[in-house]
């Protein structure tokens, strides 16, 4: 396996199998005969092999050159990019094989390893679901696709992408896959622990949610994910200096999550660090900039400031991209205060009426949730 970054390896640190082959696949069948192209492939790859990664990068440039629909040369500059933790030039290049010979299995999974690297994960998600389609990759593919979900904050859908792929996989006498089904099952028991403790959070178990994260933690130091929910606590029991030592404790595994720089950005916020707070949640936007929720520190800063017509274009572009209830709850709420302030009483009026309704569905949420966690302690499902 191709040396990968820290965080990469880091993540796949419960042993699946590594992302990378150590040489691209073999020509296909309209230039494998030639032995020029075939020569300069070998040449170019032995150059990326013994770490020569300029020289390797300028051959493959010459063959592009003259060959710029060489499906297997972007591959392998793509791998060489990858080498140099350039995920931005190798997703390009990944791309662009995947898209010259759809029958290159390895590019899609390389496109959404470096897709995800690099921090987008709309196009890693796409890249891998692609990946999972072919067997060899799909153990892989399916693992990462879960990492996805993981760092957009959504366990559950992490949880049924592992649910599915065991249930494909797991009768299968296959013994090449026994291996795969083993790591997918360790993840998945593990991916449950931090389900718990999300749970945990959600009523009001503060204590409990950091004893399952400890124990999470010992089990596996490098857990994405766990760094972030002990800073929620943190920042619910209004610690914020604890909660940001967490976050950036889990930027240290997601050195390109925008979720994280939000979630930094909004620690700061509450802290009344405004102008630390712009910053984070500036470059949270730099990584994502369709990413609604930095919009929204951004608002409320300008809000702090007294920037009224700032703080609603702010408020107004993160609920177009979308927020969740709890922050879209509050941004119609200061919508509606600056809006009022502004004499617009009519868009004013219009801003009350969504708070309240979202206000009414948080309660019966919120209504929800606590009988889910009685039917959980009855069924001893919670310890």
């Known amino acids: 396996m191709c040396p990968v970054s820290a965080c990469l390896l880091a993540l796949l640190a419960f042993g699946a199998r ?46 592009l050159a003259h060959a710029p629909n060489l499906a297997v040369a972007h591959l392998g500059l793509g791998l060489v990019r990858h080498d140099q933790r350039d995920y931005a030039a190798s997703t390009a290049e990944f791309a662009r094989a ?112 950091k004893r399952e994260c400890a124990q999470l933690l010992r089990e596996n130091p490098s857990l994405v994910g766990v760094h972030t929910v002990l800073g929620d606590i943190a920042v619910h029991e209004r610690q914020f200096n604890v ?25 700061l916020l509450e802290s009344r660090q405004f102008s630390a707070a712009r910053q984070a949640a500036l470059a949270s936007l ?23 017509t700032e703080a609603i274009a702010e408020f107004e572009e993160a609920l177009r991209l979308g927020l969740d209830d709890d922050l879209a709850t509050t941004a ?21 009426a969504e708070y309240l309704r979202l206000q009414k569905a948080r309660a019966q949420r919120d209504l929800a949730v606590a009988r889910s966690e009685r039917k959980l302690e009855q069924s001893g499902l919670l310890h």
Do not use: C
Not at 159 to 169: G, S, V
Not at 254 to 264: A, C, D, L, Q
Not at 287 to 308: H, M, T
């Open 98 to 209: 995947a898209s010259l010979d759809p029958t290159l299995a390895q590019a899609p999974l390389d496109l959404g390893v470096d897709a995800y690297l690099w921090g987008h994960d709309t196009l890693a998600r796409t890249a891998l679901e692609k990946a999972a389609r072919w067997p060899a990759q799909a153990f892989q593919a399916d693992y990462l696709l879960s990492l996805v979900e993981i760092r957009q904050g959504d366990l559950h859908a992490a949880a049924r992408i592992l649910d599915t792929a065991l249930q494909l996989h797991s009768t299968s006498g296959d013994p090449v896959y026994q291996s795969e089904v083993a790591n997918l099952e360790h993840w998945r028991a593990i991916l449950a622990g931090m389900t718990t403790a999300e749970h945990y959070v959600k009523v009001g178990r503060e204590d409990d949610a």
């Open 18 to 63: 590594g992302a990378r082959q150590s040489r691209p696949p073999s020509p296909a069948a309209t230039w494998e005969h030639n032995p020029q192209i075939v020569y300069n492939l070998k040449q170019a790859e032995a150059l990326r092999r013994a770490r020569r990664l300029a020289e390797a990068a300028a051959a493959y440039k010459r063959l």
């Open 286 to 308: 730099h990584l994502q900039p369709d990413f609604g929720p930095p919009y929204f520190v951004l608002g409320r800063v300008a809000a702090s400031e007294g920037q009224k």
């Open 332 to 352: 119609h709420y200061q919508l509606f205060r600056l809006l009022l302030a502004s004499g617009r009483m009519r868009e004013a009026k219009a801003q009350e």
């Open 243 to 267: 909660a940001l030592e967490d976050y950036r404790a889990e930027q240290k595994l997601e050195p390109r999550s925008s979720r994280i720089w939000f979630k930094i950005a909004n620690a």
